[in-house]
């Protein structure tokens, strides 16, 4: 299904299939953390007019970190966890862990696997390291399973797990393509759907026409940013202790 938000300066495309428990209210959580990630995305081109944030994970962090604090509870960076790799089990972290609507009905921990990376417009298909880094994501989340299981008096509410890879969309100022921005979803079903972890969560912020004018890449010049296609899958919940 998908959803248009109005009233925003940005066009902000939403696209989420499936339905299973903690499905809306899992996805629910992460567009708003998607769209504070914005607010901070946008906050920075403003003032600086450059876009350090998307060079990669390590960045990106930058402004997944601050929407984070405000949509949880609480939340651990770089989690350590027991991963399960193959036959053996590995000490491992995972990005974020959060706990979610504490002391509530319906509160759920989170942890949740990012990966970043980049795309040049116009394209038909993502990169070959995307979908690589996409695959890596899936196979550490379910890793996670191993660490639940060890510690399952430790976790004692539902368990969700997450995979996200962020991709900043660019391309020379040269090259009219802002009326391509919107096919990256439909592509990313294609590419991304063909994988174990197909996507149930797609958002997709495409900059305004004044954003993209003033966003600067600092290490290529000429290069100008349209937008950012967050991509998710999120698993059925894991009950541990039930």
Same mark, same amino acid.
């Given at each position: 299904?998908?959803?248009?938000?109005?009233?925003?300066?940005?066009?902000?495309?939403?696209?989420? #299939?499936?339905n299973f428990?903690?499905?809306?209210?899992?996805?629910?959580?992460?567009?708003?953390?998607?769209?504070?990630?914005?607010?901070?995305?946008? !906050?920075?081109?403003?003032?600086?007019?450059? %876009?350090?944030?998307?060079?990669?994970?390590?960045?990106? *962090?930058?402004?997944?970190?601050?929407?984070?604090?405000?949509?949880?509870?609480?939340?651990?960076?770089?989690?350590?966890?027991?991963? !399960?790799?193959?036959?053996?089990?590995? @000490?491992?972290?995972?990005?974020?862990?959060?706990?979610?609507?504490?002391?509530?009905?319906?509160?759920?921990?989170?942890?949740?696997?990012? !990966?970043?990376?980049?795309?040049?417009?116009?394209?038909?298909?993502?990169?070959?390291?995307?979908?690589?880094? @996409?695959?890596?994501?899936y196979k550490?989340?379910?890793?996670?399973?191993?660490?639940?299981?060890?510690? +399952?008096?430790?976790?004692? !509410?539902?368990?969700?797990?997450?995979?996200?890879? #962020?991709?900043?969309?660019?391309? *020379?100022? #040269?090259?009219?393509?802002?009326?391509?921005?919107?096919?990256?979803?439909?592509?990313?079903?294609?590419?991304?759907?063909?994988?174990?972890?197909?996507?149930?969560?797609?958002?997709?912020?495409?900059?305004? +026409?004044?954003? %993209?004018?003033?966003?600067?890449d600092e290490?290529?010049?000429?290069?100008?940013?349209?937008?950012?296609?967050?991509?998710?899958?999120?698993?059925?919940?894991?009950?541990?202790?039930?």
């Amino acid at each position: 299904m998908e959803e248009k938000i109005p009233n925003t300066e940005e066009i902000i495309r939403i696209e989420r #299939t499936g339905n299973f428990r903690f499905k809306q209210v899992v996805s629910d959580f992460l567009i708003e953390v998607i769209r504070d990630s914005i607010v901070s995305a946008k !906050k920075y081109i403003e003032i600086t007019n450059y %876009t350090t944030f998307c060079f990669g994970e390590l960045q990106m *962090h930058s402004i997944i970190i601050p929407a984070l604090a405000k949509n949880t509870d609480c939340f651990i960076l770089e989690y350590p966890i027991e991963r !399960k790799v193959g036959k053996e089990n590995h @000490w491992g972290r995972v990005d974020y862990y959060c706990r979610c609507n504490a002391k509530k009905k319906n509160e759920y921990h989170l942890f949740l696997e990012l !990966k970043s990376n980049k795309q040049s417009l116009p394209f038909c298909k993502y990169r070959t390291d995307s979908l690589s880094f @996409w695959n890596t994501a899936y196979k550490q989340i379910c890793g996670i399973e191993r660490e639940i299981k060890l510690n +399952k008096n430790f976790y004692k !509410k539902p368990i969700v797990r997450v995979c996200m890879e #962020t991709i900043a969309l660019y391309a *020379h100022e #040269t090259k009219n393509v802002a009326s391509l921005v919107d096919d990256v979803v439909e592509i990313a079903n294609n590419d991304f759907g063909c994988s174990k972890a197909k996507p149930n969560l797609i958002v997709l912020w495409k900059c305004s +026409k004044g954003i %993209t004018e003033i966003a600067e890449d600092e290490w290529h010049e000429g290069r100008k940013m349209y937008g950012i296609i967050f991509v998710c899958h999120i698993m059925e919940p894991y009950f541990p202790s039930f």
